[in-house]
Structures are given as structure tokens and as C-alpha cells.
């Protein structure tokens, strides 16, 4: 089993960054991919940043530019998020998934390629 543990999240000011961390644990053999995801009430989730093994990343158009995902020895995941807008309001899920046959996949915003979730920091950023 894999453990995805989030930290974080907060309120800011409009125009203000934040930094959103993810570390996994458990049985993280193989190959893999990590993302982050967001969701907001009352809409579907949404793929906001991805990366893979081989340092691949993928931006939603709504945030390219602003927001960077990055990961430290396949077990901590990064999100800056920097020039924060009210849109970005929503919550942040760490998202992860490990092969073990060691193929490589590659990075994706679509939920549906991930296993393992985090259980989900709010984000708030004001007017």
C-alpha cells in the first residue's frame, strides 16, 4: 500500500504564492508517475500539474506559467504556485501511481491513470 501525505495549503491574498508538498510512503517499487489534481465545489476534478520518471511535466492551460511541479527522489512531490488567483480556489489532491513491471508512462493529467490519492488540502485565495 502507498501513503500519500499532503501539506501545504492555506489562505492567501490574490497575486500571493503558496507551496504545496506531497511525500509518499509504502511500497513505491518501480516506475511511476505523480500529479496533482484540484476540485472545486460543486465542478469535476481537474488535472493541474504532472511529472514522470524522467522529468516530463504537463500544465492545465489555466495555470501554465504560474504554477511548477516538482519532484525530489520519486517520494516528494512539489506544487509552487505562484501570481494565486480567486479561480484557483478549489482543493489540491496529490496523486501517484507505481508500476512494477518498470515500464514507463508517461505523464498525465487524466485522474483515471492514478491509483493512490492524498486525502485533499484546501486552497482559499481572496479577492
Known amino acids: 500500500q502507498v501513503q500519500l501525505v499532503e501539506s501545504g495549503g492555506g489562505s492567501v491574498q490574490s497575486g500571493g504564492s503558496l507551496r504545496l508538498s506531497c511525500k509518499a510512503s509504502g511500497y513505491t517499487s518501480g516506475s511511476y508517475r505523480m500529479a496533482w489534481f484540484r476540485q472545486r465545489q460543486g465542478q469535476e476534478r481537474e488535472g493541474v500539474a504532472a511529472i514522470d520518471e524522467r522529468g516530463t511535466k504537463g500544465y492545465a492551460g489555466s495555470v501554465q506559467g504560474r504554477f511548477a511541479i516538482s519532484l525530489d527522489n520519486a517520494k516528494s512531490l512539489y506544487l509552487q504556485m505562484n501570481n494565486l488567483k480567486p479561480d484557483d480556489t478549489a482543493t489540491y489532491f496529490c496523486?501517484?501511481?507505481?508500476?512494477?513491471?518498470?515500464?514507463?508512462?508517461?505523464?498525465?493529467?487524466?485522474?483515471?491513470?492514478?491509483?493512490?490519492w492524498g486525502q485533499g488540502n484546501r486552497v482559499t485565495v481572496a479577492s
Open positions: 496523486a501517484a501511481s507505481y508500476y512494477f513491471n518498470g515500464y514507463y508512462y508517461p505523464q498525465s493529467l487524466h485522474s483515471a491513470d492514478y491509483r493512490y
